[in-house]
């Protein structure tokens, strides 16, 4: 998908308010990991247009573990490969600096601690362990798609047979740790949302909190997002080139005295 060149009048808007900002967090979603070769879900090569999202669901996982396991493989195979980017280690740097002082994340690919990220709360949970859902052993996933690849589908607990099940929130089940993330953002005056539709709740109440406290909303996105009437500034370019563009000129402000 072709993209537009980012609007650098709308980047310096955005790094004026993460510059002037007393507590900016980060907001993502799986659009910031696109660049890092890991589909997203609702863009225009969405997972979505090609599976129904009953597949995420925990009814599907109970009652077809074994294509829910089919499906998961896939997606593992892009997850297992995949490095962070420019999106993932610019927002690394702004937390570093002391910009953005946490990332609250949909995604469970794990892009951004390896990005190097360390205050991060995954709502959704994360690809990098399973567990038995009858004794509750813990796997790491590399274990569980050894099991996959040698032909256990769905891979089994070794201790005693029950079904793994990836650490992934699915559909109809509580979001992790989202006290902790909407009282981040309760006390938060600005947030950068990068690569979410911002349509899946109650993820995509962390910018309206936000924004219900005083505080402002920059989003970058490549498409129209359901929340972009509260937005302060928009940025609609690729991810990797709007927080290219904005580290620089957070940067440029800071050296300038903001
Ligand atoms: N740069 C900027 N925006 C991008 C890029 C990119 N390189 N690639 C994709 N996008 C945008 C898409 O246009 C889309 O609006 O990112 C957004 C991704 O939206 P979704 O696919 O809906 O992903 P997300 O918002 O994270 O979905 C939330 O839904 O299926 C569940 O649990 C799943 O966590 C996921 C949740």
Known sequence: MQSQPCDLNEVRRAAEILVNAKHAIAFTGAGI?????????RGPQGLWRQYSPEIATTEYFHSHPK?????????LSSIFIAKPNRAHLAL???????????????????????????????????????????????????????????GQLPP????????????????????????KAQELAMRSDAVL???????????????????????????????????????DVVIRCRAGDAMTALLSMVKELLNRGG
């Open 156 to 179: 089994l607990c070794d201790d005693c047979g029950g079904i793994l099940k990836p650490d992934v929130v699915l559909f109809g089940e509580p979001v992790k740790d989202f006290d």
């Open 92 to 150: 690394a740097e702004l937390e570093g600096m002391g910009i953005i002082k946490a990332v609250i994340t949909q995604n469970v690919d794990g892009l951004h601690q390896a990005a190097g990220s360390k205050n991060v709360i995954e709502l959704h949970g994360t690809m990098k362990r399973a567990r038995c859902i009858v004794c509750g052993r813990e796997y790491p996933m590399d274990i569980v798609i050894r099991k996959i690849d040698s």
């Open 33 to 41: 990991s696109t660049e890092s070769g890991i589909p997203d879900f």
């Open 67 to 75: 294509e829910f396991w089919a499906f998961y493989r896939v997606r």
């Open 193 to 231: 949302v990068i690569g979410s539709s911002l349509t899946v709740y109650p993820a995509a109440y962390i910018p309206i909190f936000v924004k219900e406290m005083g505080g402002k909303v920059i989003i970058i996105n490549m498409e129209p997002t359901e929340l972009d009437y509260l937005a």
